[in-house]
Each structure stands twice: as C-alpha cells, then as structure tokens.
Nanobody, 127 residues
C-alpha cells in the first residue's frame, strides 16, 4: 500500500505561483509512476504531470513551460511548482501513484492507470 497526502493548495491571482507537495509513505519502492492530476467541476480528471521511477518527467501541453514536477527521493515528497497560473488552472489537484511495473508514464493515461490517490487539494486562480 501507498499513502499520499497533498498540501500547498490555495487561492492566488492570475500570474501568481503555488507549489504543491505530496508526501508519500508505504511501499514507495514498487512505485513506477507518480503523477499529478486535476479535476475541475463537471470535467474529467486529467493528468497534469508525471515522473517515472527512472526520473523521466512529462507535462501536459496545457501546462508545459508553466508547471514543473519534481521528486525528492530522500524525503519521498513529490512537488508540483506552478507558475504563471491562469483561471483555467482552477481545480482540485490530486497526487497519484502506480504500483505495477511500467516502462513509461503516458501523460494521457487516465485515472484508472493509477491505483493510489491522495485526498486532493484545491487550487483557485482568480482573474
């Protein structure tokens, strides 16, 4: 089992920045992919960024150049640095882990490609 706890959400004006954190515990060693997803009201949960166990990162086109995913392996913390935030980034952001082997982490993989989830943290961007 893997436990994930997000923090760092909040309200910010457009153009501002936030950094989300996800503290991971449990069977971290068997995790192949860690990811950030987001879900806005009435919309599907979508992948924002992910990192493979080998360190390869991927970002959705909608956030490329503005968001950066990173991982502190010593502390087992996953981060999402979000800069130049836009109102359309408003959503609940979730941390997710996949605990079966994968050679890559497809950024378009849906929510059913991950089997462990955090409780989510709200990000609100005002114009």
């Amino acid at each position: 089992q893997v436990q994930l706890v997000e923090s760092g959400g909040g309200s910010v004006q457009a153009g501002g920045s936030l950094r989300l954190s996800c503290a991971a515990s449990g069977d971290i060693a068997i995790t192949s992919c860690l990811a950030w997803f987001r879900q806005a009201p009435g919309q599907e949960r979508e992948g924002v960024a992910n990192v493979h166990a080998d360190g390869t990162t991927r970002h959705a086109e909608s956030v490329e150049g503005r968001f950066t995913i990173s991982k502190d392996n010593a502390k087992n913390i996953l981060y999402l640095q979000m800069d130049n935030l836009k109102p359309e980034d408003t959503a609940v952001y979730y941390c997710a882990a996949r605990t079966w082997y994968s050679s890559t982490c497809d950024i378009l993989a849906g929510r059913y490609s991950y089997n462990h989830w955090g409780q989510g943290t709200q990000v609100t961007v005002s114009s």
